[in-house]
Nanobody
Framework: QVQLVESGGGLVQPGDSLRLSCVAS????????MNWFRQGPGKEREFVAA????????MYADSVKGRFTISRGDNPNTVHLVMNSLKPEDTATYYC????????????????WGQGTQVTVSS
């Protein structure tokens, strides 16, 4: 059974940092793009960051560029998101996604979502 499990969320103050992790299991993900999306309260789910299969190419939403860094772990089934200088508007549930196209949400079949991890930025 394929699973993507996120961890690392929590309650932090503005300006703080967090490191999210996603571990995928159930199949090989070396051929997949790994992505992070988020959904804030009352908002639609939006793209945050993505990393290519080999880890050499990354893409970021303008709202997080320069503050967030996506990387793949030594295990190709692991992806991290380091979030610095967090703002209240970063408050959201963060979802890991494994896809066949960079930055595109999973469209079922052999593309996958995680269950999400909550990040709350508040003073």
């Amino acid at each position: 059974q394929v699973q993507l499990v996120e961890s690392g969320g929590g309650l932090v103050q503005p300006g703080d940092s967090l490191r999210l992790s996603c571990v995928a299991s159930g199949r090989s993900f070396s051929g997949y793009f790994m992505n992070w999306f988020r959904q804030g309260p009352g908002k639609e789910r939006e793209f945050v960051a993505a990393i290519a299969r080999g880890g050499g190419r990354t893409m970021y939403a303008d709202s997080v560029k320069g503050r967030f860094t996506i990387s793949r772990g030594d295990n190709p089934n692991t992806v991290h998101l380091v979030m610095n200088s967090l703002k209240p508007e970063d408050t959201a549930t963060y979802y890991c996604a494994a896809t066949l196209f960079l930055g595109r949400p999973p469209e079922g079949g052999n593309e996958y979502w995680g269950q999400g991890t909550q990040v709350t930025v508040s003073s």
